[in-house]
């Protein structure tokens, strides 16, 4: 971190993906939010939707034209069973993949549970200059993102770089 440097705060939206929980039971998305905050970040919008692809692409539109959203993270739904349909809907609007966040986030999760790291398929992006982040459903996976990658990457005195100076040139090509 250079002290020297401004904070500055980004606007992020936080998917819980799951049939099976209500916002109320919702540990993987308080985990995040009270991490954003705590960072001194805001949280611009939160929502729960079920397993549905469809239903979530149609989220992610939403956030992405939304001027008030510059990063979206999403836990759940990033497993290998017919229901998890996250990185197929995140793929629909994705531009350009980070293949480096969904490598990174299984090289430090293999370090806390060994080879079942396969089984996540957390991915980044980026579309219409919003940065995308799909976490699995845990609260220890979501620690792990946030804490071990996001925190950083989101934080603007962080050096030797980091996604938020990149910001303002994300929607160069638009």
């Known amino acids: 971190m250079e002290p020297t440097r401004p904070f500055l705060p980004v606007n992020i939206a936080v998917l819980t993906v799951s049939d099976t929980r209500s916002l109320a039971e919702d540990r993987s998305g308080d985990t995040l939010v009270a991490r954003i905050e705590a960072a001194g970040h805001r949280v611009a919008a939160r929502r729960l939707e079920r397993d549905d692809a469809d239903v979530i692409e149609a989220v992610l539109r939403g956030w992405i034209a939304d001027p008030g959203i510059d990063v979206v993270i999403s836990t759940g739904g990033t497993g290998v069973t017919g229901r998890d349909v996250t990185p197929e809907a995140?793929?629909?609007?994705?531009?350009?993949?980070?293949?480096?966040?969904?490598?990174?986030?299984?090289?430090?999760?293999?370090?806390?549970?060994?080879?079942?790291?396969?089984?996540?398929?957390?991915?980044?992006?980026?579309?219409?200059?919003?940065?995308?982040?799909?976490?699995?459903?845990?609260?220890?996976?979501?620690?792990?993102?946030?804490?071990?990658?996001l925190v950083t990457q989101l934080d603007s005195r962080h050096r030797p770089c980091n996604l938020v100076e990149l910001m303002p040139r994300l929607r160069e090509h638009l």
Do not use: C, H, N
């Not at 089984?119 to 579309?127: C, D, E, K, M």
């Not at 200059?129 to 620690?143: D, E, I, N, R």
């Open 90 to 149: 995140f793929a629909r609007v994705l531009e350009k993949e980070i293949t480096g966040f969904g490598e990174l986030f299984r090289m430090l999760s293999y370090a806390k549970i060994g080879s079942s790291t396969i089984q996540s398929r957390a991915l980044g992006g980026v579309a219409g200059g919003t940065y995308l982040f799909a976490l699995p459903g845990s609260t220890g996976a979501v620690k792990d993102g946030w804490d071990d990658i």
